[in-house]
């Protein structure tokens, strides 16, 4: 069946500092594949999205690639912000959104 | 345009009773899924709706149930409820059924926080 595993959490970083969620995925075929964020007080929204193997989507500095070989997502951002605190999810749609358990993220100053 | 809404955004219920949360999708959005988001299990695919057919389904007992609406709103339904149906019932639509390989974005609503006593 489908399933997604991703790092767990809670990740506490500093401001500026580089950030990876990593994001591994079960499924047949070629799912599309999303990064979904949880801010505090919010619903839930897209954040990235790829529809295909070697895509990569990239929203607001943040950046996942589609490897179809390690059937991976992973989530990076360069320089984080305090703004980046949040919830954030990875996903698969296969008939239906299949999601990670999420990963709390929190940026100090 | 406004969003997904649902309600009520707060409900309490007791054991053994039953309970339904209703979600108006975007204007012009067709399809309707929905999802149950506990910190145990995280977030949950229950079922999609479009054109008022179910078209998929997660792996729930068949006490969760949904039907939606020619004017797109859906409802779900929870019978016989049991302690482990706390949790926050989110609603999502989009403009139609993801085709396979492809893509449509789903827009959450701000979800429905069921309380089972």
């Known amino acids: 069946g489908n399933s997604v595993t991703q790092m767990e959490g809670p990740v506490t970083l500093s401001e500026e500092a580089f950030l990876t969620i990593n994001c591994t995925y079960t499924?047949?075929?070629?799912?599309?594949l999303f990064w979904y964020v949880q801010y505090p007080g919010e619903g839930l929204q897209l954040l990235l999205k790829?529809?295909?193997?070697?895509d990569k989507g990239s929203n607001k500095g943040f950046e996942a690639t589609y490897r179809k070989e390690t059937t991976s997502f992973h989530l990076e951002k360069g320089s984080v912000q305090v703004s980046d605190s949040a919830v954030y999810f990875c996903?698969?749609?296969?008939?239906?959104?299949?999601f990670g358990t999420g990963t709390r993220l929190t940026v100090i100053p | 345009k406004a969003g997904v809404t649902q309600t009520p955004r707060y409900l309490i219920k007791t054991r053994g009773q039953q309970v339904t949360l209703s979600c108006s999708p975007i204007?012009?959005?067709?399809?309707v899924s929905w999802y149950q988001q506990t910190p145990g299990q995280g977030l949950q695919f229950l079922f999609e709706?479009?054109?008022?057919?179910?078209?998929n389904k997660g792996n729930f007992p068949g006490r969760f149930s949904g039907r939606q609406f020619s004017n797109s709103r859906s409802e779900m339904n929870v019978s016989t409820l049991e302690l482990g149906d706390s949790a926050l019932y989110l609603c999502?639509?989009?403009?139609?059924?993801?085709?396979?390989?492809?893509?449509?974005?789903?827009?959450f609503g701000p979800g429905t926080r069921l309380t089972v006593l």
């Open positions: 999502a639509s989009s403009l139609a059924v993801v085709p396979l390989g492809g893509y449509n974005e789903q827009f």
């Open positions: 499924a047949t075929g070629y799912p599309s």
């Open positions: 790829a529809t295909k193997a070697d």
């Open positions: 996903a698969l749609h296969q008939s239906g959104l299949f």
């Open positions: 204007s012009g959005h067709r399809s």
């Open positions: 709706y479009f054109s008022e057919t179910q078209r």
